[in-house]
């Protein structure tokens, strides 16, 4: 059974930074792409960011790119996502996510594998 641990969300102030981190277990982690997606209320769920299987190549949308930075450590199962310059409207759930299949290249929203979610807060 596939599962997905986030942590690391909080109440911050603009500007700040944090680090979500979301652990796997259940499956080789490293022969899987990891994401990163966020949901604030009655919005969409949005993506933020996505890793290779193999690390090699990130991915990010304008809203987040040069702040955030995606990164994992497969030797810890582990994938983390570091927001600096965090803003108000980034203020949202953060929900880590697995791909569905191995040695993908981005986590697409129809991911089978979901964590249960990080709350983050940006107040202005």
């Known amino acids: 059974q596939v599962q997905l641990v986030e942590s690391g969300g909080g109440l911050v102030q603009a500007g700040d930074s944090l680090r979500l981190v979301c652990t796997v277990s259940g499956r080789t982690f490293s022969s899987y792409a990891m994401g990163w997606f966020r949901q604030a209320p009655g919005n969409d769920r949005e993506f933020v960011s996505s890793?290779?299987?193999?690390?090699?190549?990130?991915y990010y949308p304008d809203s987040v790119k040069g702040r955030f930075t995606i990164s994992r450590d497969n030797a810890k199962n582990t994938v983390y996502l570091q927001m600096n310059n965090l803003k108000p409207e980034d203020t949202a759930v953060y929900y880590c996510a697995a791909a569905t299949n191995p040695y993908s290249e981005y986590v697409t929203p129809r991911s089978r594998y979901w964590g249960q979610g990080t709350q983050v807060t940006v107040s202005s």
């Open positions: 890793i290779s299987w193999n690390g090699g190549n990130t």
